[in-house]
């Protein structure tokens, strides 16, 4: 696999980053005010819940390097080859079970919204808009 940073520059590649930080932080806000929202009886009120992290940030970048090249191999958990394509299928797939389970020590929505990101720049990309 080819680095982003190699390909379209290190400012390009600060951008992805920024964009996937604030895509996810937004995606957790959102995510957090509708179970702030849905919840009247319960101890912890969810949108009091505290978020720190670069993860919507470096899965927007995982992902647009997975979107660009499908096709390579990349290891899962260091040891087994999979396609980058299927990879990222799993690495959302777990995200949304994430967010469906309640998971509260792993943002999925935060990755979602990185992978929103992701998906918007390679959108922009194949349209030829760099």
Known sequence: MLS???IFGPEYLLRLYLAGAIGGSVFYLVHHAFLAKGQATRMM???RTPGLGASGAVNAIMLLDMFLN???TLY???IIPVPAMLLGIFL???DILRII???SHISGSAHLGGAAVAAIAWARLRRGRF
């Open 4 to 6: 982003i940073g190699r």
């Open 45 to 47: 009120d969810p949108s």
């Open 70 to 72: 499908p096709k390579a």
């Open 92 to 94: 959302i797939g777990k």
């Open 101 to 103: 389970e309640g998971n």
């Open 76 to 78: 899962f958990d260091f």
